[in-house]
């Protein structure tokens, strides 16, 4: 049986006695200590827009082998592979818009929802819990911060 394990290592001298964080943490499927065995495989995207783009829309493309119940354990992984400090992806959970701009979103229709999670520069990775319900809610968007190719990488762990 294949196990995933995640590891973080943070140390910084930012305060008086410093800081030190060590954690793994092994991927398991929800209510169990069985580990995930199944990955989309690592994902390479060149976007060369500032216009917002769903990443992953569920439900129908791009994660249709993901299991897509409210219970499940998924995880997702993203990580802006690009050197130019100065150069982000906004990330977040919703329907992309259509145009560079976000739409004004309606917060009574499901369809309309969106959250900015927030900025990955240079270098910067995110693990995080993904429920891959076939809604629009559910759909991971990014918006590069220059119209120069950007290129971001990304990978689901999930369950059968």
Known sequence: MATITAALSVTSDVTEY????SKTMTMT????????????????????????????TVGS??????????????????????????????????KASTGSAKENFDM???????????RLYS?????????????NYNDVFVKPSVATSMVIEYMVFYEE
């Open 18 to 21: 410093g800081i030190g964080i």
């Open 29 to 56: 499927k929800a209510g169990t200590n069985t580990g995930l065995e199944k990955a989309t495989g690592l994902v390479r995207k060149t976007l060369t827009s500032i216009n917002e783009v769903d990443l992953l």
């Open 61 to 94: 493309g791009t994660v249709t082998d993901v299991t897509s119940t409210v219970t499940a354990a998924n995880k997702l992984y993203i990580k802006n592979i690009n050197t130019d400090s100065s150069e982000y992806f906004t990330v977040g959970l919703g």
């Open 108 to 118: 009574a229709d499901s369809n309309e929802r969106s959250v900015e999670l927030g």
């Open 123 to 135: 270098g910067d990775f995110m693990i995080i819990p993904w429920s891959a319900t076939a809604t």
